[in-house]
């Protein structure tokens, strides 16, 4: 069952280490089959040098594992809320890169300092506040992605503009239209933390960059106006 969406997982998740942006098993990819709804994504808490393509689990929309014999990702009621409410986004990544998880644990959102940041992010991008004791008790991950889609719409903030969101004391969640694309994006949200780290130490003070230079950097890559590229 949806071999090819299988293969395209597995390669995302080996992607993961071999961009330091996971150690051991602390992270995971995902992607949608717009057309069945359904969700693939990688085993819980198999090392990355032992996966296999075939071992990525099938579930429907409501966490059901419907092709596989191993169990998914715990993570997996996190991508599931997420999916359930944004029907663009078709891949996510969850990991604990050092530079973001870093920022995350500070509780802490990443300003636009320039613009590498601003050729991806359209702003800042956002941490979540603490879960709640009753929260973490009580489905813990769902809540993670809950509170993940109420940052994001408390702060009018568009999740095809800024595909990442930083979890207040936990990791890091990145997606896009597809596996690859998802990440790609944690790739970047990685490197924008380490900069963003640099900036501050150089210049604590440093004003975020100017509306104008954001604008310019994010439509020249993005939308109907844009002309960074080939086309």
């Not at 994010?218 to 106006?225: A, C, E, I, P, S």
């Given at each position: 069952?949806?071999?090819?969406?299988?293969?395209?997982?597995?390669?995302?998740?080996?992607?993961?280490?071999?961009?330091?942006?996971?150690?051991?098993t602390w992270g995971n990819v995902s992607a949608r089959d717009a057309e069945e709804n359904l969700v693939?994504?990688?085993?819980?808490?198999?090392?990355?040098?032992?996966?296999?393509?075939?071992?990525?689990?099938v579930v429907d929309?409501?966490?059901?594992v419907v092709d596989g014999r191993l169990r998914p990702s715990s993570d997996t009621p996190t991508h599931l809320a997420l999916y359930a409410r944004y029907p663009d986004?078709?891949?996510?990544?969850?990991?604990?890169?050092?530079q973001a998880t870093a920022w995350a644990q500070a509780e802490r959102a990443i300003p636009l300092y320039g613009t590498t940041h601003a050729d991806y992010f359209f702003g800042t991008i956002p941490c979540t506040r603490l879960l709640t004791a009753e929260e973490i008790d009580k489905d813990y991950e769902y809540n993670t992605g809950l509170v993940i889609i109420e940052t994001l719409e408390s702060q009018g903030i568009n999740p095809i503009h800024t595909p990442a969101c930083l979890c207040g004391k936990h990791g890091t969640f990145a997606w896009g239209k597809?596996?690859?694309e998802a990440v790609y994006h944690a790739v970047v949200l990685e490197e924008v933390a380490r900069m963003a780290t640099i900036t501050e130490a150089l210049h604590p003070m440093v004003p975020p960059a100017p509306d104008a230079l954001r604008d310019k950097h994010?439509?020249?890559?993005?939308?109907?106006?844009a002309y960074y590229g080939q086309g």
């Open positions: 069952m949806l071999k090819k969406l299988k293969q395209a997982v597995y390669e995302a998740n080996m992607a993961l280490p071999r961009h330091g942006l996971v150690t051991f693939v994504i990688k085993p819980s808490g198999v090392p990355y040098e032992d996966l296999k393509a075939e071992d990525m689990v929309i409501n966490g059901k986004i078709g891949g996510i990544v969850h990991s604990h890169s050092p597809d596996a690859e994010f439509f020249r890559k993005h939308g109907d106006g």
